[in-house]
């Protein structure tokens, strides 16, 4: 089973950017397809988005789409989630894991996690 481990969160003003990681061990992390989820302190986790193992489609929460964006890069074993123009609800933990390909979708609430939870980055923007 692929290990994965998120970094890349921290303390940011609204309007800021960072870029999340996600980076793999144990296995190839090309052959699976991967989503991002968050989970704000109170509330359940969400999908936030996903990209195909196939042809690197890509899915996104609409309260995220035109912000965030979503790549691999396969040589690295790594999976990023670039957050641009962010808001104090993005305030979460963001984490990431291996979910079934047919349900990374248009839907972000379907995605389906396949794999084990990481710990974790945490992610908070101040206004």
């Known amino acids: 089973q692929v290990h994965l481990v998120e970094s890349g969160g921290g303390l940011v003003q609204a309007g800021d950017s960072l870029r999340l990681s996600c980076a793999a061990s144990g296995r190839s992390l090309a052959i699976y397809t991967i989503g991002w989820f968050r989970q704000a302190p109170g509330k359940g986790r969400e999908g936030v988005s996903c990209?195909?193992?196939?042809?690197?489609?890509?899915s996104y929460k609409d309260s995220v789409k035109g912000r965030f964006t979503i790549s691999r890069d396969n040589a690295k074993n790594t999976v990023y989630l670039q957050m641009n123009s962010l808001k104090p609800e993005d305030t979460a933990v963001y984490y990431c894991t291996p979910i079934a390909p047919l349900s990374c979708g248009d839907y972000s609430h379907l995605y389906y996690p396949i794999g084990a939870w990481g710990q974790g980055t945490q992610v908070t923007v101040s206004s």
């Open positions: 990209i195909s193992h196939s042809n690197s489609g890509t």
